[in-house]
């Protein structure tokens, strides 16, 4: 028992063996462009998906894109005033590019890395695309 490789307290746990590959995680994203080319919304857009997606825009997003996503929350004031998330523009904006801005933020938009989950990102996605119409 003593002679054997154990992970002692404040041990770091045991790196996976070489070549493995998680089996949950998310796929890689690298880039907010490689998201874009490269991810297929994994997430059917129901309607409680979507229900979550309003809630987590209007907590997470709503201060700076506005309850309609024009650019008219109240953060604006004092930040930049982003983009219209229902133009025509928008509108042709891959799910992977929302997805990519949302996991690894624009030039300026913070990145949600850590605030969302890949799931609830998804949601988000969805939602905009209910707000858009689509
Ligand atoms: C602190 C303010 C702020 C918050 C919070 C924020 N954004 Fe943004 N967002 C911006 C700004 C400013 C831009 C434009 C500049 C840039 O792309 O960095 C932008 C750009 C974007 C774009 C790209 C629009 C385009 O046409 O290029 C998308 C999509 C987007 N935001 C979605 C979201 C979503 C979804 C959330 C919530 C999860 C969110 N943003 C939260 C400020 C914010």
């Known amino acids: 028992m003593?002679?054997?490789p154990s992970v002692r307290p404040q041990q770091e746990p045991r790196p996976a063996a070489p070549g493995a590959l998680p089996t949950t995680a998310p796929r890689r994203t690298g880039s907010r462009g490689e998201a874009r080319e490269i991810l297929r919304n994994p997430v059917e857009a129901s309607p409680a998906s979507v229900e979550r997606g309003l809630k987590l825009y209007r907590i997470h997003c709503a201060a700076c894109h506005g309850p309609g996503g024009?650019?008219?929350g109240?953060?604006?004031a004092r930040f930049l005033?982003?983009?219209s998330l229902t133009s025509e523009r928008a509108k042709k904006y891959p799910d992977g590019f929302l997805y990519g801005t949302i996991r690894h933020?624009?030039?300026k938009m913070p990145s949600y890395r850590e605030g969302l989950s890949d799931r609830e990102r998804w949601d988000v996605v969805n939602y905009l695309r209910s707000l858009q119409g689509r």
Do not use: C, T
Request: hydrophobic share 20%; no cysteine; charged share 20%.
């Open 2 to 4: 003593v002679r054997q």
């Open 70 to 72: 024009q650019g008219d």
């Open 74 to 76: 109240p953060v604006v």
């Open 81 to 83: 005033k982003p983009p």
């Open 105 to 107: 933020g624009g030039p």
